[in-house]
């Protein structure tokens, strides 16, 4: 939370205001500005049917393996900041690295997102990829833990 505010500070920009159905977020530099009201729900009518969710459009994956099930001589890669983890380039790409991907040091392992600016996240080390410990679009803090390899 703090990087993101450091980069909304050194933006320029005079506001922002993000409303998702289970999150809000306004900043502002302005400090005499007025906070917007809180959206009022509208139930929907009853005529009115409500549609499910589409299916997946990506495979279903198993959860990331625990952190305490990994060897003693893994080495963590962990996310440089917060953000939002993605495997892959771009949405239906192939994903950098799968388990079992050998990597060099310095080979591209994912993307780290936050407000648009991508940061690509590399290996520390070569070897090869025994675990990646978080799920594709999840949100992420830094420091977190992404992968988990094992040295050849």
């Known amino acids: 939370m703090k990087q993101l505010l450091d980069e909304f500070s050194r ?3 005079r506001e922002l205001h993000i ?3 289970d999150f809000e977020l306004y900043l502002s530099t302005d400090a ?3 906070r917007p009201q809180a ?3 509208v139930a929907a009518p009853a005529s009115v049917p409500i549609a499910q969710p589409a299916a997946p459009s990506r495979p279903i994956v198993a959860p990331p393996a ?3 099930s990994l060897p003693d001589d893994a080495v963590i890669i962990k996310a440089p900041n917060l953000g939002t983890f993605y495997r892959a ?3 239906g790409a192939a994903n950098y690295v799968e388990v079992g991907s050998t990597v060099q040091a310095g080979d591209e392992l994912c993307l780290i ?3 648009k600016l991508f940061t690509a996240v590399r290996a520390g080390a070569s070897g090869t990829v025994h675990a990646v410990l978080v799920e594709d679009g999840a949100m992420v803090e830094g420091g977190q833990p992404l992968f988990a390899l ?3």
């Open 11 to 13: 933006s320029g920009i």
């Open 19 to 21: 409303r998702k159905p």
């Open 32 to 34: 005499s500005a007025a």
């Open 39 to 41: 959206a009022t729900p």
């Open 66 to 68: 625990p952190i305490s």
């Open 89 to 91: 380039p771009k949405p």
């Open 113 to 115: 997102e936050v407000m």
């Open 150 to 152: 094992v040295r050849d």
